[in-house]
């Protein structure tokens, strides 16, 4: 009789730095980063709060569309697969790390013109002279962002018959 397994792993949480992309010798893409994930319990009439860390790992094109994508403070789904591995260290110590392997991510953050926005992270405020002057260079960026997407939406939209796969061609169809 055969036995069966079943390593699936699924987070919902948000970033907990951004992701760093490497590439292996033999050309494969390889990122890391962290997740955070909260849990909110009741002990002996205390609301507590447990945060969990986990570190990932995407691979090949994953990879790369998770370095494009995210950043820290960003909320995502993954979906996944634990993997364990050791190594020795460089002072002898032999080392062992469990990691999700990705297969799987959604971004839950909304996106606003174009971009995935992450939440605040509580940070002190800035003096006043200093928010004025980020407030005006963050407008004229802003700004010239939207210049360019004027000027598309003033074309008339074409209606073309596709399948289902053609008509998301990228990010930008997706609603989140």
């Known amino acids: ?9 699924e987070l919902i949480g948000n970033l907990t730095r951004d992701p760093e992309l490497r590439y292996t010798p033999n050309g494969a893409a390889v990122c890391t980063f962290g997740l955070a994930t909260n849990r909110t319990y009741i002990s002996e009439g205390e609301k507590r709060e447990e ?6 790992v995407a691979w090949n094109k994953l990879a ?8 820290k403070g960003t909320k995502v789904f993954i979906s996944g697969r634990l993997q364990t591995r050791s190594w020795e260290g460089q002072d002898g110590i032999q080392r062992q790390t ?3 392997v990705i297969e799987d991510m959604i971004i839950l953050s909304p996106r606003q013109n174009g971009e995935v926005t992450a939440p605040p ?3 002190p405020p800035l003096p006043e002279e200093v928010n004025a002057e980020a407030v005006i260079q963050a407008k004229s960026k802003a700004e010239e ?3 360019p997407k004027k ?11 596709t399948s289902p796969q053609e008509d998301i061609k990228d990010d930008e169809d997706l609603p989140f």
């Open 1 to 9: 009789m055969a036995s069966r397994s079943w390593n699936r792993v």
């Open 51 to 56: 945060v969990d860390f986990h570190r990932l």
């Open 64 to 71: 790369e569309l998770c370095n494009q994508l995210l950043k």
């Open 98 to 100: 469990t990691e999700v």
């Open 121 to 123: 992270l509580s940070e």
């Open 145 to 147: 962002k939207e210049e």
């Open 151 to 161: 000027a598309e939406e003033a074309k008339p939209a074409e209606i073309k018959k």
